[in-house]
């Protein structure tokens, strides 16, 4: 199993419509959560980290579900700029006492006019 | 306001050929990291520096050396170039080494070994 898993899609949405997906990860103690953008032969760029409350960025909802261990990102009012995959990222303090950051495959969002 | 800057965007190699990486960041971030992305899966790391003057090992780091030139600059050295060495390679720095913090990416380059 990886360590973190995402559908690769692609979500293939029309213009204006409410799209989520979720990531999961395996190791319990992972500490902090992040989504990512990449937009297609470009580098990955922050969109937002995820709280523990759950966390709004006007259209982009981030939550996280520790129990289940699994974190999601809503996008309401989808555009057509928002067509990019989007990479979850999961950090983990090791028992050294050093971070280690693990990526997520992506997910592909295609917004359609 | 450049960022993370990455050198070349492109290059072809022939299979035992050598080359370097270069990057360099203009935030004052303490931390610099090389990450390669293959299709089909997450970022992988293959070095880091988490300040000047120290470098560490990442998840994939056969193959590869690298350098922490100064402060502002970290570079990725191949010395004999091998076709599983064809990826997307990402520069990035942060303030802190592998925190709770945002990294900046460069813009990548595409290598392919031949």
């Known amino acids: 199993r990886k360590e973190v898993e995402q559908d690769p899609g692609p979500f293939n949405v029309p213009e204006g419509a409410t799209v989520a997906f979720n990531c999961t990860y395996s190791n319990s103690a992972s500490q902090s959560f992040f989504w990512y953008r990449q937009d297609c032969r470009k580098e990955p760029k922050l969109l937002m980290s995820?709280?523990?409350?759950?966390n709004e960025d006007g259209r982009f909802t981030a939550q996280l579900n520790r129990a289940s261990q699994y974190i999601s990102l809503l996008i309401r009012d989808s555009k057509l700029s928002d067509s990019a995959t989007y990479l979850c990222?999961?950090?983990?303090?090791?028992?050294?006492?050093?971070?280690?950051?693990?990526w997520g495959a992506g997910t592909k969002l295609i917004i359609k006019p | 306001n450049a960022g993370v800057t990455q050198t070349p965007k492109f290059q072809v190699l022939k299979t035992g050929q050598s080359m370097t990486l270069q990057c360099a960041q203009d935030m004052n971030h303490n931390s610099m990291y090389w990450y390669r992305q293959d299709p089909g899966m997450g970022l992988r790391l293959i070095y880091y520096s988490a300040s000047e003057g120290t470098t560490d090992k990442g998840e994939v780091p056969n193959g590869y050396n690298v350098s922490r030139l100064n402060k502002r600059e970290f570079s990725l050295r191949l010395e004999s170039a091998a076709p599983s060495q064809t990826s997307v390679y990402f520069c990035?720095?942060?303030?802190?080494?592998?925190?709770?913090?945002?990294?900046?990416f460069g813009s990548g380059t595409r290598l392919t070994v031949v």
């Open positions: 990222v999961v950090n983990t303090l090791l028992m050294d006492s050093n971070y280690q950051l693990i």
């Open positions: 990035a720095s942060s303030e802190r080494a592998l925190a709770n913090y945002g990294y900046t």
């Open positions: 995820v709280y523990s409350s759950g």
